[in-house]
Antibody, heavy 118, light 106 residues
Framework: EVQLVQSGAEVKKPGESLRISCKGS????????ISWVRQMPGKGLEWMGR????????NYSPSFQGHVTISADKSISTAYLQWSSLKASDTAMYYC???????????WGQGTLVTVSS | DIQMTQSPSSLSASVGDRVTITCRAS??????LNWYQQKPGKAPKLLIY???SLQSGVPSRFSGSGSGTDFTLTISSLQPEDFATYYC????????FGPGTKVDIK
């Protein structure tokens, strides 16, 4: 069974750093890109960027370029999303999603809620 | 970037109703259009990919059509478990989602 399991909810202060994770199982982790998607409270879905776990090549949405970093460790089938300096506006639910070769997001993690508040 | 719009933004319907949601792309995306369902507190779920292909395990009351810039998602007979928010997403270029259509109970 294909699963993407994300790390738990986080509460952080502005300016702090954070890394959240997404562990894939039940499939060949290096054969599918992983994307990260943001959903701010009560809002829609925003694509942040993606990584090819086979070579760690990344693409970012211009809206998120420079503010987050996506990485992966293929030895443990895990992708990461990290911030070096959080802002209150980063408060959101973050989802990882697997991109099928036919280009849709066919499996999603359960989401990680990040709350940034002083 | 390709912008996606959806209409309506929300609708109220009854069990058994036929529901149609429209998605429009700012430029032609061929058939690179996917539909997702999201229930409160849950991750999105893929329903339709490549405009009209039904994802495995998704009930056949869901269908998709369209190509180019205009697409529709149809629920032929709305069931209680279908009350949710629906998003379209283009996969022609850098992925982008529509703003969503909330389907609630009339």
């Amino acid at each position: 069974e294909v699963q993407l399991v994300q790390s738990g909810a986080e509460v952080k202060k502005p300016g702090e750093s954070l890394r959240i994770s997404c562990k894939g199982s039940g499939y060949s982790f290096t054969s599918y890109w992983i994307s990260w998607v943001r959903q701010m409270p009560g809002k829609g879905l925003e694509w942040m960027g993606r990584i090819d776990p086979s070579d760690s090549y990344t693409n970012y949405s211009p809206s998120f370029q420079g503010h987050v970093t996506i990485s992966a460790d293929k030895s443990i089938s895990t992708a990461y999303l990290q911030w070096s300096s959080l802002k209150a506006s980063d408060t959101a639910m973050y989802y990882c999603a697997r991109r099928d070769p036919t280009l849709q997001f066919d499996y999603w993690g359960q989401g990680t809620l990040v709350t940034v508040s002083s | 970037d390709i912008q996606m719009t959806q209409s309506p933004s929300s609708l109220s319907a009854s069990v058994g109703d036929r529901v149609t949601i429209t998605c429009r792309a700012s430029q032609s995306i061929s058939s690179y259009l996917n539909w997702y369902q999201q229930k409160p507190g849950k991750a999105p779920k893929l329903l339709i990919y490549a405009a009209s292909s039904l994802q495995s395990g998704v009930p056949s009351r869901f269908s998709g059509s369209g190509s180019g810039t205009d697409f529709t998602l149809t629920i032929s007979s709305l069931q209680p478990e279908d009350f949710a928010t629906y998003y379209c997403q283009q996969s022609y270029s850098t992925p982008s989602f529509g703003p969503g259509t909330k389907v609630d109970i009339k």
